[in-house]
């Protein structure tokens, strides 16, 4: 969705040590761009199909480039937020937070490189992201 990458560059532009390095409106376009780029982050909105989410956060994984994949949902696809980071994904960050916790997760994501892991991962717990050992209210 084109308003929402808008959103996402806009917010993302306020930190002059990130830089977007492409997008993507198909699980296909990230596949791509990610081999192609090798970003260490991959943003991914929770608006693709279940398969096509949980293939891709597999094949960066068999790829070797291990981007830190960073999850983007609302309320609703919270369940599939969850099954993404169980198959590997780092951290969810929910829509309805502020602009500047999503900005502050992104910043901790791509420092801190840490996972969270899969207890964290229940629907109850969407709201955490780890970094650098603890967990944090995001």
Avoid: W
Avoid at 19 to 43: F, I, N, S, W, Y
Avoid at 127 to 137: D, I, N, Y
């Amino acid at each position: 969705d084109r308003m929402v990458l808008a959103g996402i560059h806009m917010i993302l532009r306020t930190d002059r040590s990130i830089a977007v390095v492409g997008d993507a409106c198909t699980v296909a376009q990230a596949m791509e761009l990610t081999t192609r780029l090798h970003p260490k982050m991959v943003l991914l909105e929770l608006t693709f199909p279940e398969y096509e989410v949980l293939t891709f956060i597999a094949d960066v994984q068999k790829s070797g480039q291990n981007p830190v994949v960073l999850i983007l949902c609302d309320l609703r696809t919270s369940a599939l937020a969850s099954k993404a980071v169980l198959a590997g994904a780092a951290a969810i960050v929910l829509t309805v937070q502020p602009p500047s916790v999503f900005l502050a997760t992104v910043r901790s994501m791509a420092c801190a490189n840490a996972p969270i892991t899969p207890q964290q991962a229940d629907p109850a717990y969407l709201t955490t992201a780890h970094c650098g050992g603890t967990v944090r209210q995001i």
